[in-house]
């Protein structure tokens, strides 16, 4: 990303989404699906399951129906997602922990955890490598990171669409596959498999879309922002430039570029600085 996030009022955006979260979660649900299929393909029995930034839990309460024995630990910034995780969760003789923390100081001891998931989250730490840095800590021997992040060519219509220039929409910027993929091999992981997609969801229109981005809490929360971003003329630009993307079907649609990978931890130390990134790419795929 260009500009270091607001982490308070990221928090905020996502402490007032929480309620109706999940009624709007379609791209992080076919998100979900997309890392689940991978671990069809992976060999783990993990005792203990880390979701870093768990949201309300969806990805969770799938884990725990897939490796029944295992316990849960939900991890997320948001307090108000973390208590509607914790009310859609089950109620009793639960496996499922929660704990409201930063993914990049998190309170656990080293080595506690076997799998670490985490869908659409990563891209919103404030840094990255420090993020990764405190997931391979958090892992033992021959542990999992299983995880998905936004790409650059997230919400690319609404960029273009933005009057005036594209670098100055209030979209935020996210990592490559390239980068993340360095990112991971810096922190130690090995035998990194990255693959990035496409999906494009459709709208009725522009006041659509940013009422759903709104109920995932998906907010421009650079540090440094203008806490206007204009008014009735500049969004009613902003309606008029959109429609030129409106498809034969009648409505707009917006791209999200997801960055999907995997990883192990099987050494005991990250790697020295200056040690080369060697990493898989999969495959690219357009939905």
């Known amino acids: 990303m260009n500009a270091p996030l607001d982490q308070q009022a990221m928090v905020r955006a996502f ?5 109706h979260y999940d009624q709007a979660a ?7 699906n997309i890392l689940l299929e991978r671990l069809e393909l992976l060999r783990i029995r993990p005792e203990c399951i880390l979701d870093a930034g ?4 969806h990805g969770a309460r799938r884990l725990a129906r897939r490796y029944r024995r295992a ?3 939900h991890l997320d910034l948001s307090h108000a997602m973390l208590c509607e995780a914790r009310r859609l969760g089950p109620r009793w003789f639960s496996r499922h ?3 409201c923390a930063s993914m990049t100081a998190i309170p656990l001891r080293a080595g506690s955890v076997q799998l670490v998931y985490s869908n659409l989250a990563l891209h919103w730490c404030a840094g990255l490598d420090r993020a990764l840095g405190e997931l391979y800590r958090v892992l033992g021997q021959e542990g999992l990171l299983l995880f998905s992040c936004s790409g650059p060519d997230t919400l690319q219509e609404l960029r273009d669409s933005w009057p005036g220039a594209p670098e100055e929409a209030p979209v935020h910027r996210f990592p490559d596959l390239h980068t993340v993929g360095d990112a991971v091999v810096r922190a130690g992981f090995t035998e990194p498999v990255l693959e990035t997609d496409r999906l494009v969801l459709c709208y009725a229109g522009v006041t659509e879309l940013l009422r759903e981005l709104r109920a995932l809490g998906v907010r421009y929360v650079a540090a440094g922002r203008r806490r206007s971003l204009g008014g009735r ?3 009613a630009e902003l309606h008029r430039r959109y429609e030129r993307h409106r498809q034969a079907n009648g409505r707009i649609p917006a791209t999200f570029e997801l960055v999907f990978g995997h990883a192990w931890r099987t050494g005991d130390a ?4 200056g040690a080369q990134a060697v990493y898989s790419i ?5 939905r």
């Open 71 to 73: 316990r849960v630990l």
């Open 270 to 273: 990250p790697p020295p600085p």
């Open 15 to 19: 402490d007032r989404a929480a309620r």
């Open 97 to 99: 922990r929660y704990l």
């Open 233 to 235: 003329r500049l969004y």
């Open 282 to 286: 999969d495959r690219l795929r357009r």
């Open 54 to 57: 768990s949201g309300t839990g």
């Open 26 to 32: 379609v791209l992080p649900r076919q998100a979900a």
